[in-house]
C-alpha cells in the first residue's frame, strides 16, 4: 500500500497523471518515476523513426533533419504540464533555429481530434508530429513520463533525455543545445 501511495504522490507532483483512456506508456505497467534531467545516451546508435505530420498526414522521417540538433517533445493533450513546456519550446525553437535546432511535438493522444483546440488555446504553432498508439514513444523512445524531451544530435543521436517539465530546466536545456550546436557535424 506505501509504493501505491507513493506513486500516486511522484505522479501527482510530476504534474501528469496517467489517462486510463489511453495506451500505457510503458509495456511492462512500471510506475512512472519522477523527473530525470541531462540523461546522457550518447553509447546508442542514431534514432530511426517515421511518423505522420500533422494536419496533412504527411510522412516525417526522423532522419531527414540529420545536420540539424532536434528538440523531439513527446505530448498529450491531457497532460498539464505539456500546456507550459510547449510555448516555451517554441520560443527556444525561435532562438535557436537559426543557428541549426529543429524543434518537434511528438503527440501520443489516441485520437488527434483534440489537437486543434489544445493548440488554439495554448497558441502553440510547433510542428507537430502524430505518434499512431505511442507506437514511437514506448518501443523506440521509451517513454514513461509525459512530457518526455529528447535532443538529438546532428548525426541523430540522442544525447539528453529529460522526463517530465518544469521551467527551473529550461537553463539546463539550453545549455545542452548550446554544447550540441557547437558541435560539428559529420
Known sequence: MRSVLGASVVLALAGCARNPAL?????????QRAA????????????????????????????????????????????????????????????????GLKVYALNVDED???????????KVALPILVDVNAAVAEKTLKVRMMPSTFLVDRQGVVRFVHEGFAEEFLQKYQTEIEQLLAERGE
Open 23 to 31: 495506451p500505457p506508456l510503458v509495456e511492462d505497467g512500471q510506475t
Open 112 to 122: 488527434e481530434r483534440a489537437i486543434p483546440a489544445f493548440l488554439a488555446e495554448t
Open 36 to 99: 530525470l534531467t541531462g540523461t546522457s545516451t550518447s553509447k546508442e546508435g542514431p534514432l530511426h523513426f517515421e511518423v505522420k505530420r500533422y494536419p496533412g498526414g504527411e510522412p516525417y522521417s526522423v532522419a531527414s533533419d540529420r545536420g540539424s540538433v532536434v528538440l523531439l517533445d513527446v505530448w498529450a493533450t491531457w497532460c498539464e504540464p505539456c500546456r507550459d513546456s510547449l510555448p516555451l519550446y517554441e520560443q527556444i525553437a525561435k532562438e535557436y533555429g537559426p543557428r
